[in-house]
């Protein structure tokens, strides 16, 4: 069920709810005045017969009218005067609307009216004989009063529902239209276009859905502007790298191998110096082994499998200290990273090895420092901290390089948070958290 009809039941709902309660209330109010204006009138009636007999207690027959005359006055009752034969004389009694119409219903007329007790006075009359006066409720002008007010409220409470249905489909039809301009929008930026931007709207709280919508476009579209750069720079990175391992093959092992035919061929004539060629060519295989270990270090180092990570991070952190005699390097390594999975393992080289890499190019530092070590509270993680005293660089207004874009995804990729902390002339912090699932 759609939104507009959920609130026009509730209202709905509601509307019957006030209508029967007020109906109840309505009608436990009118029982309630009305017995209080019977009460009110028989007390009257009493007070004026009382009067109209206290200067004459004892009655002529031709006094009888003209005494209780004034009980015509009375409303809600119904008066009459019982002769000792048994006739009775009319005093005053319940005036019918003059528009039929107006008569209440009989079932309002049951739930109004009450229960009444009949009040008899008896009079004295001169020749002995006992005249009796009978008072009873009859108070439908009353009730006739209460239905006409009812009929008013209940007029007004449908009219009021009437105009909340009419305000509640002008609201809604103005949110509707709102919410399908949101929603047309997130179907655009569902098929990638997010440079989508949503209007401002006058309602504030589509305004501020809107104004989310838009930043988070504006980061997707940066996340993806940086994706395709970072994926073109891996390209390019690696086609460097396979013409520079082309190059190697072709200046060190073409050369080398072209060397070893021709000392093949010269070993073959007679007067050629076999252990001058022999040594030769043992030298030549030599330095192609220390060629090949060093393009497989460069590609994958092998020490990181055999020695584990503790001792390969060593390893490479004496090699930079050995190529940057300036740069202080030191390291804190606990021995539990060594048993970590082994894509963590290379992701986490790999990220030590670029922020070195990024400091030398860009930092200036003088000092480096690396905390890698292996937490178990509140849950097990990795906790690398990789902080430099370089010049540092205002993150807000730098674009950042690929150095750190790849960081970035490495840390991403393994459910980590990284934080990167720098303030010009403050060097730079990288802070990354690992989880270990």
């Known amino acids: 069920m759609s939104l507009r009809y959920?609130?026009?039941?509730?209202?709905?709902?509601?509307?019957?709810?006030?209508?029967?309660?007020?109906?109840?209330?309505?009608?436990?109010?009118?029982?309630q005045a009305v017995e209080k204006e019977v009460d009110a009138s028989i007390h009257l009636a009493l007070q004026l017969i009382t009067l109209g007999i206290a200067d004459t207690p004892v009655f002529q027959q031709s006094d009888d009218l003209s005494r209780f005359s004034v009980l015509r006055q009375t409303r809600h009752l119904s008066i009459q005067l019982q002769k000792p034969d048994g006739q009775l004389i009319h005093f005053a009694g319940e005036n019918q609307p003059s528009n039929p119409e107006e008569m209440p219903p009989s079932w309002f007329i049951h739930l109004v009216k009450g229960d009444y007790p009949k009040v008899e006075h008896q009079l004295n009359m001169q020749d002995g004989k006992l005249l009796t006066l009978i008072i009873q409720a009859q108070p439908l002008d009353e009730i006739t009063e209460v239905w006409q007010e009812s009929v008013a409220f209940f007029a007004s409470i449908s009219l009021l529902t009437m105009l909340t249905f009419l305000a509640v489909n002008l609201v809604f039809n103005k949110s509707l239209k709102s919410i399908a301009v949101i929603v047309d929008a997130l179907r655009l930026i569902e098929t990638g276009q997010y440079r989508?931007?949503?209007?401002?709207?006058?309602?504030?709280e589509f305004d501020d859905i809107a104004n989310a919508i838009n930043h988070m476009t504006v980061e997707l579209e940066k996340t993806r502007q940086e994706n395709r750069a970072l994926t073109q720079h891996s390209l390019a990175i690696q086609e460097e790298e396979r013409q520079r391992l082309s190059q190697e093959l072709h200046d060190e092992f073409g050369q080398s191998l072209t060397a070893i035919k021709v000392m093949a061929v010269t070993a073959a004539h007679r007067k050629a110096d076999a252990a001058k060629i022999i040594a030769s060519i043992s030298e030549i295989c030599d330095h192609l082994m220390t060629v090949v270990r060093s393009m497989m270090q460069q590609l994958h180092p092998l020490v990181l499998t055999e020695l584990g990570l503790k001792a390969t991070l060593e390893e490479m952190v004496n090699h930079w200290s050995e190529r940057n005699a300036d740069l202080q390097l030191t390291i804190r390594c606990s021995d539990a990273v060594d048993g970590l999975d082994k894509n963590l393992t290379i992701q986490v080289f790999r990220v030590?090895?670029?922020?070195?890499?990024?400091?030398v190019r860009h930092a200036q530092a003088r000092r480096v420092s690396i905390d890698l070590e292996k937490l178990d509270l509140p849950q097990a993680y990795i906790q690398l901290k990789v902080q430099d005293d370089g010049r540092g660089c205002d993150l807000q207004t730098t674009s950042q390089g690929f150095g750190l874009l790849g960081i970035k995804e490495r840390i991403k990729s393994l459910d980590g948070e990284l934080q990167v902390v720098s303030q010009p002339g403050s060097g730079m912090l990288v802070n990354a958290r690992i989880p270990l699932i």
């Open 6 to 31: 959920q609130i026009i039941c509730r209202i709905l709902l509601s509307s019957v709810c006030i209508l029967v309660l007020g109906g109840a209330i309505a009608v436990w109010q009118a029982r």
């Open 352 to 359: 030590i090895q670029e922020c070195l890499t990024n400091v």
């Open 196 to 204: 989508q931007q949503l209007p401002p709207f006058s309602t504030q």
